[in-house]
Each structure stands twice: as structure tokens, then as C-alpha cells.
């Protein structure tokens, strides 16, 4: 069965709602993390994810602001054990991070010690949830079969994460149409799913939303929402409103 047509992005907000800002490249200074910030911020975006040692940053920087600030668990691959990703992710939780975007546990789901997944990623969630931040789980899709992918989504629906993530933007390649497409029929409506790892332009953010996408990831943030307002300006008229 076919999705339900999403409805359509009609305004600034609504798109810039979809954007997740990425500063997570190692060789970033704190200069270019804090550029990104306070451009995060004239976007009015959902959120910028940094580097765990730039969450203090990301939280002065985006206070009284709208743009949640987040950042990565288990990054790149998902191997660290589990008492190190719930250490990690209390500590960002506790200096402040909102959204957290996690690695699913890589090596175990891979080799289909789907218990251990299961469990890290319920207290995962768990600890999240008691500080009232999201929990985003990146399943990095290009290392993994259909068939483990289904299987994730079910572990991620049972723990009660809030999005699926398809790829961390480290791995052999970013997100496909496909894989957002699957992603979004093996999930309940109430798990949200974010593309990420090769989207550039508005045209792209617009093909994943209609595909079941409510975030994406890039770090091309600027130039995305330049179109956006350029495609807004050239609609006919009533404009929608550009805010």
C-alpha cells in the first residue's frame, strides 16, 4: 500500500523545521563550529549536532534560541560498549543536549546478536526520555541487509526511540531513497525518520519529505534554505509567508 501523500511544506518554517545542521567533521575549529551555530540560529532550524566536546559551546551558543542543540553517541561506527555510549550520552545529557543522535550497535547487529541491540538501545531511550531529550538512531544502512534493517527498526520500535537515522555521513555512502522508503513502512508513525550523508539541495530535502522523512541531516544548511526562500519568492502569488 502506498503512503498517504504528505502534506505540503507551505512556508520558511516548515522547511527549516526539517533541518538537522551537522558540525561533526573532526577537522572543524571551534571558530567554524561557532559560525555554524549562530548561523544555525538566523535559520531558525530544529537542530545542529556537534561533537561531545563542543556541547557546552552548542548550548550557550543556541540559548533562547528555538534550535535544539544535540550531538553524537558511539560515533562513527557503533562499537563502544554499551556502559561507555550511556556514559557519553548522560554526560551530553546532563550539560545540556536535547537531541541525541546515536549509533546503533553495529558489530552486534551485524552479527545478529539482536538481545544485546535490543537492550542498549532501550536504556538508550530510557535515559534520554528521563531528561526529556530525543533519542535518534543511526542504522548507517549502506553496511547492512534489508533484512537487518527491518530487524532494527523493530528493535528502535520497541525501545521507543524517536527517529531512525539512515547513515552517519562516515560510511561508504549517505542515505538512499530507497532505504528512507523501507525505513518509513517498517515504522510506527510516531518513530520519525531522518535521511542523512548527501543532501545538498532543497530538491533532495524535498524528495526524502514526500518519501516519510520528518528530519534530515546535512551540512549544507545555508545554501538549502537559500533556496528555499528563492523557490518561496518565485511562487505565485498569494506568497506563502516567509518567516
Known amino acids: 500500500m502506498a503512503p498517504d501523500p504528505r502534506p505540503p511544506l ?9 533541518i538537522d545542521h551537522s558540525l561533526v567533521k573532526p577537522e572543524l ?13 538566523r535559520y531558525s532550524i530544529a537542530c545542529v ?8 559551546l552548542a548550548v550557550r551558543t543556541l540559548q533562547g534560541s528555538s534550535v535544539r542543540p544535540g550531538s553524537v553517541v558511539g560515533f ?7 556502559a561507555v555510549k550511556l556514559y557519553e550520552a548522560r554526560d551530553l545529557l546532563r550539560r545540556g543536549a536535547r537531541e541525541l543522535d546515536m549509533v546503533i550497535a553495529l558489530p552486534s547487529l551485524i552479527s545478529r546478536e539482536f538481545q544485546h541491540v535490543q537492550t542498549e538501545l532501550m536504556q538508550a531511550s530510557e535515559a534520554c526520555h528521563k531528561e526529556g531529550a530525543l533519542l535518534k538512531v543511526i542504522l548507517e544502512t549502506a553496511y547492512l541487509t534489508d533484512d537487518l534493517k527491518i530487524i532494527a527498526c523493530g528493535c528502535c520500535e520497541r525501545a521507543e526511540v524517536d527517529f531512525v537515522k539512515t547513515s552517519t555521513g562516515f560510511g561508504p555512502s549517505g542515505y538512499t531513497l530507497a532505504d528512507v522508503k523501507l525505513l518509513r513502512r517498517h515504522l510506527p508513525e510516531e518513530i520519525g525518520v531522518k535521511a542523512a550523508g548527501g543532501l545538498r539541495t532543497a530538491g533532495q530535502v524535498l524528495e526524502v519529505y514526500e518519501a516519510g522523512c520528518t528530519r ?3 551540512g549544507s544548511t545555508a545554501a538549502i534554505l537559500d533556496e528555499w526562500k528563492a523557490r518561496l519568492r518565485a511562487a505565485p502569488s498569494p506568497n506563502p509567508q516567509l518567516t
Open 76 to 82: 562513527p561506527h557503533g562499537s563502544q560498549t554499551t
Open 216 to 218: 534530515v541531516g546535512t
Open 10 to 18: 507551505a512556508t520558511y518554517q516548515d522547511f527549516a523545521a526539517l
Open 49 to 56: 549536532s556537534v561533537r561531545p566536546c563542543d556541547i557546552d
Open 29 to 41: 575549529s571551534t571558530a567554524q563550529v561557532l559560525a555554524g551555530l549562530e548561523m544555525a540560529r
